[in-house]
């Protein structure tokens, strides 16, 4: 099971493409919702979400999904449940994926020391330790990080790959007619 955490003012493309993508290639995938099922994003788009943040259990959990956005981001930070669920899937070696700004919430918790990152530019200096790419999405173990909403699709593929592998990755990648 992956949540895809969602907090108000969030970047719509960066979290529904991600879950689109995700739910394609048949991987057990939930929104969560901080503080409501129902969570408007930084475009005024509202999501109903399938749970909110205190329904989610960390029983089955095989990763979180950060997407960016502000002040999306900074409500993410924030919420107690999703530091919980960053810090489980740390200490476990589970997924933690994070797009645009969202990788910072990893980076200032000094969790992509070491690792390849890439964030939304001008959030660097957030990925404390990271070895920065300016790659449009990277992968390093078990951190995929993401620049921002052009790269969304791209994202989700990279989250599919790492739990279905390449072949399987690709050839979904080829049945969405992108780049």
């Known amino acids: 099971m992956l949540y895809i955490f969602l907090a108000e003012g969030f970047e719509e493309v960066e979290a529904l493409a991600t879950l689109d993508v995700i739910r394609r290639a048949g991987i057990d995938v939930e929104t969560a919702g901080v503080g409501s099922k129902y969570i408007t994003g930084s475009h005024?788009?509202?999501?109903?979400?399938?749970?909110?943040?205190?329904?989610?259990?960390?029983?089955?959990?095989?990763?979180?999904?950060?997407?960016?956005?502000?002040?999306?981001?900074?409500?993410?930070?924030?919420?107690?449940?999703?530091?919980?669920?960053?810090?489980?899937?740390?200490?476990?070696?589970?997924?933690?994926?994070?797009?645009?700004?969202?990788?910072?919430?990893?980076?200032?918790?000094?969790?992509?020391?070491?690792?390849?990152?890439?964030?939304?530019?001008?959030?660097?200096?957030?990925?404390?330790?990271?070895?920065?790419?300016?790659r449009f999405v990277e992968s390093d173990g078990n951190i995929i990080t993401g620049r921002g909403m052009g790269s969304a699709v791209n994202f989700g593929i990279e989250i599919v790959k790492y739990f279905k592998g390449d072949e399987f990755a690709q050839k979904l990648k080829s049945t969405l007619q992108c780049s």
């Open 44 to 134: 005024n788009i509202t999501v109903k979400c399938d749970i909110d943040t205190d329904e989610a259990t960390f029983t089955g959990l095989d990763g979180i999904i950060l997407p960016g956005g502000m002040p999306g981001t900074l409500n993410l930070a924030a919420d107690n449940h999703v530091m919980d669920a960053l810090k489980y899937c740390f200490t476990q070696g589970k997924l933690i994926a994070a797009i645009c700004a969202a990788p910072m919430i990893p980076g200032k918790e000094g969790m992509l020391k070491g690792k390849k990152a890439t964030c939304f530019p001008g959030f660097e200096k957030d990925l404390e330790g990271a070895v920065i790419s300016e």
